[in-house]
């Protein structure tokens, strides 16, 4: 593996988690932040995820955490030793792929930023770099490995 191959090692309970979520809270999206052991360059493992409100003000297109429910899941992270791997939130009718909008307000670089689309069932995950030169963002898909 390269430092161009990052890969999302998630436990299947987690995965099978974040679904059952996704499935319960269509049709609006639902969200929230995987904890671990982060590497920027390779492989970042999910231990725990965080699940947190949809406070968006279109929840069935949108998706946003409240910034005081995801200050409290970082310092909840923090406590039991873990880093911020990544982010997680659901498509219930659209592809398993980043929007524009998520493109856009994507903020932690390095980041997993994984997406649970329900139609078709399928998991998709990527990690945004920032272009040194310009500062463009770009996203690398990840492969997720099932543990």
Known sequence: MTGSDPELVVPAEIRDAI???????????????????????????????????????????????????????FERLEDRGEEIVGFYHSHPRGPPRLSATDRAQATWPDRSYLIVSLEPLEIGSWRWREAEASGEKRFTRERIVLE
């Open 19 to 73: 679904l059952e979520r996704a499935r319960e809270g269509a049709p609006e999206e639902s969200c929230g932040i995987f904890g671990g052991d982060f590497e920027p360059e390779g492989r970042s493992r999910v231990r725990s995820q965080y699940p947190a409100e949809n406070v968006a003000e279109t929840p069935r297109t949108r998706y946003r955490i409240d910034p005081e429910e995801q200050l409290a899941i």
